[in-house]
């Protein structure tokens, strides 16, 4: 039976949300970002390990708790989010097999849901065909010019926000993210890479709440998020 393993992009400086230091390292409630969205994975059952792709110039990794948990291991992080993800995925060689699936996720998602996380997961593994969770498009869409012109109006109804967690075959996923970086293509997410080596890509519909972390009014929505659900807990 195949594993599955997470490796999640942490090497990021986060310039669109102008703080003094990387977004995956600013706190909601005292906690920080990377670690809300590591204790995500690490509850998820069928994930045997994570690794968390940092600047190994960066030590401010050295205070994220869950990093000391023993499924979790650290890569060095690339110049771009691609040579990251493809760094995480060469850490695995050797531990994982060829069929074995990688689910990787951003180190800025800390609101996803562990039901919505199993349920991805399920999905995928039930499907054989790798994928991400994405969020249907409601708004109206337009095409803009570089003169801030409508172009176009897009039909919305076959476009998706692309969110995380995306899963893909180790061995499909290293080799579509090595021909994408060699062919110097646009690689934006792990499904873009995909897409581009020729293979089928899946969508399972995810949860609003799993929104990224990328400008300060997201941290507001994040904290009304996190909060909401502990006080659900209690």
Not at 164 to 187: C, G, I, N, Y
Request: charged content about 25%.
């Amino acid at each position: 039976m195949s594993s599955l393993w997470a490796v999640v992009p942490a090497a990021g400086s986060g310039q669109r949300m102008a703080a003094e230091i990387p977004k995956q390292y600013l706190r909601i409630a005292g906690t920080t970002i990377l670690e809300y969205a590591l204790r995500g994975l690490l509850a998820c059952p069928d994930i045997r390990g994570v690794v968390v792709v940092v600047d190994p110039a960066d030590r401010r990794a050295d205070e994220i708790s869950s990093l000391s948990d023993p499924r979790v291991s650290r890569a060095s992080g690339g110049a771009e989010r691609a040579d990251s993800v493809l760094s995480g995925l060469r850490s695995l060689a050797g531990i994982a097999a060829q069929d074995d699936w990688v689910l990787v996720h951003d180190a800025a998602r800390p609101c996803l849901p562990l039901a919505d996380l199993q349920r991805f997961v399920d999905s995928i593994k039930a499907g054989g065909v790798g994928g991400l969770l994405a969020q249907r498009v409601n708004d109206t869409i337009k095409r803009v010019g570089r003169d801030h012109r409508v172009e176009e109006t897009l039909d919305r109804e076959s476009l998706w926000r692309a969110q995380t967690p995306q899963m893909f075959r180790w061995s499909e996923l290293s080799s579509a993210l090595e021909q994408s970086l060699d062919k110097r293509l646009l690689v934006t997410d792990e499904a873009s890479a995909m897409e581009q080596a020729g293979y089928d890509v899946q969508v399972v519909e995810g949860p609003s709440c799993n929104l990224k972390v990328t400008v300060p009014d997201d941290l507001r929505v994040a904290e009304y998020y996190l909060k909401t659900w502990a006080v659900k807990r209690t």
